[in-house]
């Protein structure tokens, strides 16, 4: 990263407020695919003067795998603490690029005494676009065929589904539509703290699935909004041996690219 | 004389019987726990006349929601010709809102075409489920009972259609032949062309006709509606107050839990009021029915049973044991159960059986949480609240959760993420290029 990213703490020594806080999540900071989604993120917001902080190695685990799991005290006790950090530096706006953070941060820390408004980074990026802040040439995509894959937590977990889109439509490629998408949107078989063990007996994995869906519609990219839809949508491409023909791309990173960040 | 008395004995009994199974299953639901769902109630008028009476989630699939939607409009407008019938059983009289003149000519007229409409859509629901056997129709829930349910509930609209018709078809010739009080009222665009299969027929024949079919149709009604409370065509009535009592919150979000909230807070906060919410201790979570909420138990009697969750849900697409209408059909039945028992032995008692007998944990734990179900839904049923309920039982009470989901929670609690990674290395992608 040619630029420092700045913590939260950072801000506050120097009695500072940045814009917005961006929200990492695990998969985010740890998984190595992931981390490049989280550098072109953060290369976008950089490149488009937000004033934005992260909360570094203060951040920790929302517990959206916890409550999806059943395991309420461990999501309440993770959330408590996250809020009491939140809460301490004053955060009132975040954005991250992992749709199951976005979504417990928003819904389900209200009532443990967490407010924010959250933004999901392909609205931020769709804003920062409409606002001239961020500027993107089309060549790079040019005559590409991309598809969309709503993440659920995004599309019908919270209503979202246009952003992603407004933005893949900045790039002078083509989206195609799969047959199952936004409201009727099909599941990466990540959510619901699936990813962490072996799917039950069945006859094919969920990410299978989808991923012959969409490498139905010859696409040369399959983009999406979620690191789990990443690990899950790759995975899927290679079982299929299709790795060299279609890239898995996460929105913020067609974006990176255009803008040559 | 006689037929009026018949008819005001069987019509009462008819209503006592179904109000006592009403009465039966709003007693039922309401052995679930609380929740408050009466905030904005303006938004949950708009909820329930787009989806329950404007049908907004019937028309994602045109065929069987437009289908659908003749059915639908032929119960509720033909209804106003039963008013008729009833007023003319009671009274005696024959077809009493004729002096309606051009109106009523309008009506009857009206109530033919939706009666044909109804017949057609029942036919080809009949077709769709046993001559084209659509998947969603024959997987593995839908054992004997559920698929015969479905197919009395066609054929029994299919007769009084039928009835129908043929009454208006004999009252019509009855009428151009100036037949005893059988005056010349009302427009007859579908069964005028039935009468003319029947015009061979004697006055007296038709006059039988007439009669055995206005018994039929009624009685069939009383009956028809007695029926539904023991079927899942009880939907009729239920997915009106089930849509005002939707959930309006974004579909992402999973509610708090307020027991463990209290807990989280003592543990965190020892000098809090461990006396803060004296309620009698809850168990975490839904081993059994009396531990999900009534609006969970409401879905449950709502489900018609149509699949549309099961046919969207990736889990089971993709061959694994779950299926969302499953769910909501063992927690009906199991409510069912344990609400009759509870009748017969009183309020507190329990059979030592429970929901999670009916549903397994293969089942539970192979769901996605990806709201797949309730956005299809076409009444807003939430089969997910409940697995999640099933889930918090097994994990928090019963230590059940899978191993690798057991090894997460330890991630978590120990390096605040779910992977074994350092706390400390979070900050590395900004390095790590």
Redesign the interface.
């Known amino acids: 990263?040619d630029f420092k990213?700045e913590?939260m703490a950072e801000y506050a020594a120097r009695g500072e407020t940045p814009e917005v806080l961006f929200w990492?999540g695990?998969a985010?900071?740890?998984d190595?695919r992931a981390?490049k989604v989280?550098?072109a993120v953060?290369k976008i917001l950089h490149a488009s003067g937000v004033r934005f902080a992260?909360l570094?190695?203060e951040?920790?685990?929302t517990?959206d795998?916890?409550?999806?799991?059943?395991?309420?005290?461990?999501f309440?006790?993770?959330a408590?603490s996250n809020i009491q950090v939140l809460n301490g530096y004053g955060v009132t706006k975040v954005v991250t690029a992992c749709?199951h953070c976005y979504?417990t941060l928003?819904?389900?820390y209200r009532?443990?005494g967490g407010n924010y408004e959250l933004v999901h980074h392909s609205e931020l990026i769709q804003q920062l676009l409409d606002q001239g802040r961020l500027k993107v040439e089309g060549g790079h995509f040019a005559g590409k065929k991309i598809t969309f894959h709503d993440p659920?937590?995004l599309g019908?977990?919270?209503?979202i589904y246009e952003a992603p889109r407004s933005v893949i439509h900045k790039l002078d490629a083509a989206l195609f539509e799969m047959k199952r998408s936004r409201?009727?949107?099909?599941?990466c078989?990540?959510?619901?703290?699936?990813i962490?063990?072996?799917?039950?007996?069945?006859?094919?994995?969920?990410n299978?699935?989808?991923t012959e869906e969409a490498l139905g519609l010859s696409p040369d990219i399959i983009a999406v909004g979620c690191p789990f839809c990443m690990i899950m949508m790759t995975d899927g491409v290679k079982s299929f041996n299709k790795e060299s023909q279609v890239q898995v791309m996460d929105v913020a990173e067609l974006i990176a690219r255009a803008a040559d960040l | 004389m006689i037929a009026q008395i018949i008819f005001v004995v069987l019509f009462a009994a008819a209503v006592a019987w179904f109000s006592f199974n009403v009465r039966r299953i709003t007693r039922y639901i309401n052995l679930g726990r609380d929740i408050k769902r009466n905030d904005q109630p303006w938004k949950r008028w708009k909820t329930m006349f787009r989806v329950a009476l404007g049908q907004s989630k019937m028309v994602t699939r045109p065929v069987a929601g437009i289908l659908h939607i003749f059915v639908y409009a032929g119960f509720i407008i033909i209804n106003i010709e039963v008013l008729e019938i009833i007023v003319d059983g009671v009274a005696g009289t024959h077809r009493v809102f004729a002096p309606l003149g051009a109106f009523y000519d309008f009506l009857i007229g009206s109530f033919e075409i939706l009666a044909f409409l109804v017949f057609a859509a029942c036919a080809v629901f009949l077709i769709r489920r046993n001559v084209l056997r659509l998947k969603r129709f024959h997987l593995k829930e839908m054992t004997a009972w559920p698929r015969s349910d479905a197919n009395i509930i066609l054929i029994t609209e299919i007769l009084l259609m039928t009835a129908f018709l043929t009454m208006n078809a004999s009252d019509f010739l009855l009428q151009q032949r100036h037949v005893g009080h059988y005056l010349t009222a009302g427009s007859f665009p579908v069964s005028s062309v039935v009468a003319s299969l029947m015009s061979n027929l004697s006055s007296e024949s038709l006059v039988s006709i007439e009669r055995f079919c206005w018994w039929f149709h009624i009685l069939g009604i009383l009956a028809f509606l007695n029926y539904v409370p023991y079927s899942k065509h009880f939907h009729i009535f239920l997915s009106f107050p089930n849509t005002w009592y939707s959930n309006l919150e974004n579909k992402g979000r999973l509610n708090n839990m307020e027991n463990v909230t209290r807990e989280v807070k003592l543990m965190l906060d020892p000098s809090a009021s461990p006396t803060a919410g004296n309620d009698a201790p809850q168990r975490f979570g839904a081993k059994d029915v009396f531990d999900l909420t009534w609006k969970q138990l409401m879905d449950a009697y709502s489900c018609t049973e149509c699949g549309r969750c099961t046919s969207v849900c990736p889990a089971n697409l993709t061959g694994k044991l779950l299926s969302p209408r499953k769910i909501m059909m063992d927690t009906r039945d199991r409510l069912e159960e344990a609400g009759r028992l509870i009748d017969k032995n009183g309020k507190e008692f329990r059979d030592g059986k429970s929901l999670l007998d009916r549903i397994t944990k293969e089942e539970i734990w192979a769901c996605t949480s990806c709201n797949a179900c309730t956005e299809a839904c076409p009444v807003n049923i939430d089969p997910l609240s409940i697995i999640i309920d099933l889930r918090r039982y097994l994990v928090m009470e019963e230590s059940g959760a899978p191993a690798e989901l057991g090894n997460m929670f330890t991630k978590i609690e120990n390096n605040g993420a779910p992977w074994q990674f350092a706390q400390a290395d979070r900050f590395n992608w900004t390095t790590n290029t």
Do not use: H, W
């Not at chain 1, 795998?65 to 461990?74: H, I, M, Q, T, Y």
């Not at chain 1, 078989?189 to 699936?194: N, S, W």
């Open positions: 990263m990213v913590t990492i695990c985010a900071s740890f190595e981390q989280t550098r953060a992260v570094g190695t951040e920790s685990c517990g795998p916890a409550k999806r799991a059943g395991n309420e005290f461990l309440q006790m993770q408590m749709p979504n928003k819904n389900e009532e443990l659920c937590y019908r977990g919270n209503n409201e009727k949107g099909f599941c078989g990540a959510g619901g703290a699936q962490f063990k072996e799917p039950e007996k069945g006859n094919k994995d969920v299978v699935e989808r």
